[in-house]
């Protein structure tokens, strides 16, 4: 768990952070989300030390991270940054295991965690552990400093817009590894992003920020439902509640008894994704699949309903 209390910094007279005080709960994923200059990214570096507070305290587990050596600190917590931050003249291999060797990990203990995490993210270990950065493609290089990061089993993951030099597509697949790896692992992951919808995606908290104050702290429902001011609710765009409601719940939670036809959706898909189903099959019901067998159906009406959210 992270404490963060009244934590405040300045440079020269300017307020950057300003008396923040949040709680990102053990095994969580929290967002951090907001426009440029919002403190956000000085906020996360305050955990990990790189950058000193003025006042408040940050306690991990209970414990003053004042009390940790900053370089034993950030051994023993991940730290992902955009555009990966890889070494250029150390192979795959090496740059993942740049934690554990410092930490004295024997050797045959580093290279098993090397090809683990290359298999968990679908990086074969013999085709990939000796290549450079320079020869993987973007999305790879995101993986291998993901990788990097969770490599000596911390328990926090700090990440400032990891997926913001992705494409599209590349940017929806590193976001679903992330979700998979944090249910693997149980690691605490807070993540600084500009993407509310990203922050929607990954969060199950979202904090808000702007000019150095948190105005908002919630679930994402609770921030889509009632936006705290002006501002978050500007955060979140127009005419977009229904669908984000949508995808923060899936198939599995409305299937009703009965039978449908056509062809099955599975029971592990969004909402959001059902209902574009539905739209483009014109069909007002679907037949639900969970494990190869059908197990119901779920209806138009029930997400009619489930998009009104909470009245």
């Known amino acids: 768990m992270i404490d963060i209390e009244n934590i405040t910094k300045s440079y ?22 907001g426009t440029s200059g919002s403190g956000k990214t000085t906020l996360l570096r305050m955990i990990n030390r790189l950058v000193e507070p003025d ?10 991270t ?21 070494f250029p003249h150390q192979d795959v291999a090496h740059n993942i295991a740049t934690v554990p060797r410092l930490l004295d990990w024997p050797k045959s203990k580093i290279a098993a965690r090397v090809d683990e995490l290359l298999d968990m993210f679908q990086l074969p270990p013999d085709e990939y552990r000796n290549r ?5 493609s973007g999305g790879q290089m995101q993986r291998v400093g993901v990788a990097r990061a969770l490599a000596a089993e911390p328990s926090v993951l700090l990440m400032d817009e990891p997926f913001g030099a992705l494409d599209p597509v590349i940017r929806a697949k590193a976001q679903a590894d992330l979700l998979e790896i944090q249910r693997r692992f149980g690691t605490t992951i807070l993540l600084v992003t500009h993407d509310m919808d ?5 969060g199950g908290r979202i904090a808000v920020m702007s000019e150095g104050r948190v105005l908002q702290y919630g679930s994402p429902t609770e921030i889509i439902t009632h936006p705290a001011d002006p501002f978050v609710e500007a955060m979140l765009g127009s005419g977009e509640k229904s669908f984000r409601l949508l995808a923060l ?8 008894p009965g039978a449908a036809d056509g062809a099955p959706i599975e029971a592990g898909k969004s909402l959001r994704e059902a209902y574009a189903e539905m739209l483009w099959s014109g069909r007002m019901e679907l037949p639900v699949m969970r494990d190869g067998v059908l197990v119901g159906k779920v209806t138009r009406m029930a997400l009619d309903t489930r998009a009104a959210g909470p009245q």
């Open 12 to 33: 020269d007279d300017r307020v950057v952070v300003d008396s923040v005080t949040l709680t990102i709960p053990d095994n969580e994923i929290a967002a951090i989300v």
């Open 55 to 64: 006042s408040g305290t940050v306690r991990i587990d209970k414990r003053d």
């Open 66 to 86: 004042r009390d940790v050596p900053r370089h034993q600190l950030r051994r023993h917590i991940g730290y992902v940054i955009q555009g990966n931050g890889l």
């Open 132 to 136: 450079m950065p320079h020869e993987l």
């Open 198 to 202: 990203e922050a929607i995606r990954l």
């Open 249 to 256: 719940a899936s198939v599995g939670e409305l299937v009703e």
